[in-house]
T-cell receptor
Framework: GDSVTQMEGPVTLSEEAFLTINCTYT??????LFWYVQYPGEGLQLLLK?????DKGSNKGFEATYRKETTSFHLEKGSVQVSDSAVYFC???????????FGSGTQLTVLP | DTAVSQTPKYLVTQMGNDKSIKCEQN?????MYWYKQDSKKFLKIMFS???????INETVPNRFSPKSPDKAHLNLHINSLELGDSAVYFC??????????????FGPGTRLTVT
């Protein structure tokens, strides 16, 4: 079945540091890939997405590239801010499973 | 305007009680979902409704029953609540486009505490 493996947290960085959160997946066919963010006390918000190989999703300074050869969708940001502190979820949607499959989430804390 | 709303935001109740959580979306989506998030932030899908028909029913106890009066609403009713039901429950919705489900929009969550 489909699965998503995320880098285990928590991750603690200083403001303006470079961020990478690793995500790899297993799926049949050609899934769509997503990153969601959950701020404290809130629901999940879509951060970015990519629907086919080599697509790059980007939003709010975050980027992720759909790499089919390595089955990865790593999240990166060049300079994090305190306001980026949240839990980040990698997810995939495949037509065969007809549902979103989420990774376990990675807690990010950015210190001033 | 709130896209996906849930009520209540907090729910504290005793074991054995029956409770309901309501969800409404004003996005015109045709598919709605219920997720359970445990204390470790792990998300598990419970149910999915497409055009008022159940299309996913994961291994959830039959004490949990989704009810969809129309495609803008998906309520979750829970009978005989147990301690292990304590969690945050999220409602979400999406639009099925050309056979592919688009991204999902989540509600703010309902924190259920069973004592």
């Amino acid at each position: 079945g489909d699965s998503v493996t995320q880098m285990e947290g928590p991750v603690t960085l200083s403001e303006e540091a470079f961020l990478t959160i690793n995500c790899t997946y297993t799926a049949t066919g050609y899934p769509s890939l997503f990153w969601y963010v959950q701020y404290p006390g809130e629901g999940l918000q879509l951060l970015l997405k990519a629907t086919k190989a080599d697509d790059k999703g980007s939003n709010k300074g975050f980027e992720a590239t759909y790499r089919k050869e390595t089955t990865s969708f790593h999240l990166e940001k060049g300079s994090v801010q305190v306001s980026d502190s949240a839990v980040y979820f990698c997810a995939l949607y495949s037509g065969s499973a007809r549902q979103l499959t989420f990774g376990s989430g990675t807690q990010l804390t950015v210190l001033p | 305007d709130t896209a996906v709303s849930q009520t209540p935001k907090y729910l504290v109740t005793q074991m054995g009680n029956d409770k309901s959580i309501k969800c409404e979306q004003n996005l015109g989506h045709d598919t709605m979902y219920w997720y359970k998030q445990d204390s470790k932030k792990f998300l598990k899908i419970m149910f999915s409704y497409n055009n008022k028909e159940l299309i996913i029913n994961e291994t959830v106890p039959n004490r949990f029953s989704p009810k969809s009066p129309d495609k803008a609403h998906l309520n979750l009713h829970i009978n005989s609540l147990e301690l292990g039901d304590s969690a945050v429950y999220f409602c979400a919705s999406s639009r099925r486009e050309g056979g592919r489900v688009n991204e999902q929009y989540f509600g703010p969550g309902t924190r259920l505490t069973v004592t």
